[in-house]
């Protein structure tokens, strides 16, 4: 079955930096988009940013563009989410979403909670 287990997750410091991983089993990790999604304290889910298969191609949204980068090694079936300049507001749980023949899967979650 389709498993996604996030790591990673901590405590930072108002510009500190944090690295999540993601490994993906039970299904062909290189041949689907991946993607990050987090859930701030009574706020909705959002997505973060977004990975082809290949890796060529990513994409963020606006506020966290140029701070965190995505990226995946396919030939460990994980993804990566190296975040930096980390301010308050990046304060959630982060979670990797898989998309499979109209199937979203979902890890369980990482806290990440940015404070001084």
């Known amino acids: 079955q389709v498993q996604l287990v996030e790591s990673g997750g901590g405590l930072a410091q108002p510009g500190g930096s944090l690295r999540l991983s993601c490994v993906g089993s039970?299904?062909?990790?290189?041949?689907?988009?991946m993607s990050w999604y987090r859930q701030g304290p009574g706020k909705e889910r959002e997505l973060v940013a977004t990975?082809?298969?290949?890796?060529?191609?990513?994409d963020y949204v606006d506020s966290v563009q140029g701070r965190f980068t995505i990226s995946r090694d396919n030939a460990k079936n994980t993804v990566y989410l190296q975040m930096i300049s980390l301010k308050v507001e990046d304060t959630a749980v982060y979670y990797c979403?898989?998309?499979?023949?109209?199937?979203?899967?979902w890890g369980q979650g990482t806290q990440v909670t940015v404070s001084s």
């Open positions: 039970g299904f062909i990790f290189s041949n689907y988009g």
């Open positions: 979403k898989v998309t499979i023949m109209r199937y979203t899967y």
């Open positions: 990975i082809s298969p290949s890796g060529r191609s990513t």
